[in-house]
């Protein structure tokens, strides 16, 4: 684990969402940083792909889970 230095107004931000999504302010921008890279990675894939990628690599059945 290590510190990550960021100004103050993305910190607001971050901490903000992180009580929307209920998660830690850590988690989020940790879940922030994930989404970004696997973005940056793979350019050609929208937010919800990317979710439905991951959604897969961890075998969550979501079509259970939506009732389709």
Do not use: C, Y
Request: aromatic share 4%; no cysteine; proline share 1%.
């Amino acid at each position: 684990m290590g510190i990550v230095k960021i100004n103050d107004e993305l910190h607001e931000e971050v901490r903000k969402a992180s009580s929307v999504m209920v998660r830690s302010i850590n988690a989020q921008a940790e879940f922030w940083m994930k989404v970004g890279m696997l973005a940056e990675a793979n350019p050609n894939l929208s937010f919800n792909d990317i979710m439905r990628e991951q959604m897969k690599h961890a075998a969550v059945e979501t079509r259970t889970l939506a009732g389709v």
